[in-house]
């Protein structure tokens, strides 16, 4: 594997500008604040970002090791998707003031994690397609899927460990950030998943928040955004408020993942569409839904009969649209956002990665508008 400073020139990485993006909010006619700028940056950047992140999947020494191994992971981490994760802890660094290039190798980092959690979470929802295509499992296996995203887990902190633009004592900080996500991602997920298998149908909404705060709101907002800031040389004020930030914003990530589930977009509805339901998965709407519904009884039956008729799951969506849950989500991750982004504009100074950055929030929540 090539080190860091070859993988930086050999990507072209320097092309991540973020002065472009006035001009770019002008060619759609948008906000500032618009959800289209964060649209405009994510499709503009992610196929580089994917280049700069599978840069750092190595190779074995063995030929069998890339056929079982190294080839299927990097296979799957080239179908990406948006990599708003690696792309935000960039945008991150650039707001403080930071030069971007001392980002990627934190936000490559983060991605290795993201396709790690996505890999075993598949296994352990024995989901069938993940970004279109059939979960990794059930193309190579399950032993081997483990295995791959072991080996994703494996390559995170050595990315961030072997990047020469950043100081000893800075890689340090770094990596105890990203352990401390992995745990609380983990941690999260035990949540989610040990409801489901003991049928727990006293979780509250504040249940549920800590959840998806330890689940994704961690590494899918806070710890991009604090480590951006952090190689970038922001203030501890700055780095601990884009972590709030980050927070408030991933929680709001989720529970509009968790409304795409019931009620998408057709984008949506090419996945794995309702099988929250069919999984008996406890999110904000359906324990909002436990509390208010006069049907709980039924909801009840319907989540833990493992059902995939799409009659039953519609009828377990109306039960949660009748109880106003869906609209009880939906508006807590608006206000969560526009909280957030109050407290954004008066952190930091006036920039393209800042509106980058509140645009970020908008599109968030905005993917079922």
Known sequence: MSDFSSSVEAQNVTTINFEDFEALAQEVNAQANS???????????????????????????????????YAPLRKYSENGGKRHRPLICVAACAAVGGNPSRAFSSAAAIEHFHTAALIHDDIADDATLRRGEPCMHLTQGVGLAINAGDLALSIVNGIVMRDPQLEDSLKVRVAIELVSMAQNTVEGQALDIGWARDSRYDITPEDYLAMAIHKTAHYSGAVPLAVGALVGGGSEEQIEGLRSYGLDTGLAFQIQDDLLNLVGTKEAKEKDYRSDITEGKRTLVVVHALQHSAKRDRLIEILSSKETDPAILEEAVEIMRESGSIEYARSYAERLTANAQERLVALLPESPARDLLVSMANWFVDRLK
Not at 38 to 63: C, D, M, Q, V, W
């Open 35 to 69: 959800p289209k700028l964060f649209e405009l940056y994510l499709n503009r950047y992610a196929e580089k970002a994917g280049e700069i992140i599978n840069h750092f999947i190595p190779s074995g020494t063995h030929p069998d090791m890339d056929t079982y191994l």
